[in-house]
């Protein structure tokens, strides 16, 4: 229940400062900024990934959850109810941003042109996203510098990607602002292309790392 807990609250922490960095700079007339919005991200997931990191290693990505499940890297019974945990997480922070603000899409991610260039760009993202987090994560004498890394790629892809895509690389961080703002219209890109991207990832890590192990070995 611990690890559930963790997913819970680090995805909250994840949407709630991540999707208000975009709220508040548009009720503020951008005094955020483009950068502060794709620095919040960066930072939250470091912070989270610190604090819950020992607890339930901070997925806090149902994408990835799903990925290290089919790589054999997750319990697969623990999937469903981490994913719930994630959602929820994802959905209090965004009905709590509802109740703060009025805001159209509660930083909902929206393709700014077509779907099919969104969805290849949150495709890509993820799938460099969820590689960083195998390479730093599986290696002891560098784990500690797991949530600088990650945190580092999520801001460097929210800085270049967000003003197309929105730079989401989490279902969690897409579903809950647009299912409580109801702009659903293009949701289907930012489940599918994250998970897909995640998912690919996983098992060119695997195959990577075991030729990588091959080499060492001999």
């Not at 929105?166 to 289907?188: F, K, Y």
């Not at 890109?189 to 080499?215: D, N, P, Q, S």
């Amino acid at each position: 229940m611990k690890t559930y807990i963790a997913e819970f609250l680090g995805t909250f922490a994840l949407v709630f400062c991540g999707t208000g960095a975009i709220v508040i700079n548009d009720v503020t007339n951008g005094i955020i900024g483009h950068s502060g919005i794709a620095i919040t991200f960066g930072l939250i997931v470091a912070v989270v990934i610190y604090m819950f990191g020992s607890i339930s290693d901070a997925h806090i990505n149902p994408a990835v959850t799903l990925s290290l499940a089919l790589g054999k890297q997750f319990d697969k019974k623990k999937v469903f109810p981490y994913v719930i945990a994630q959602l929820s997480g994802g959905f209090l922070a965004s009905i709590l941003m509802a109740f703060l603000f009025k805001h159209e899409n509660l930083g909902a991610t929206l393709p700014r042109s077509t779907e099919m260039q969104s969805f290849v760009i949150e495709f890509i993202l993820t799938f460099l996203l969820m590689l960083v987090i195998l390479f730093v994560s599986n290696k002891k004498d560098i784990s500690h510098f797991t949530g600088f890394a990650v945190g580092a790629t999520v801001l460097l892809e929210a800085m270049f990607a967000g003003p197309i895509t929105g730079a989401s690389m989490n279902p969690a961080r897409s579903i809950a602002p647009a299912i409580v703002s109801g702009n659903i219209t293009s949701l289907w890109v930012y489940i599918f292309a994250t998970t897909f991207g995640a998912v690919l990832a996983t098992f060119t890590w695997k195959y990577l790392f075991h030729e990588e192990k091959t080499v060492a070995t001999n």
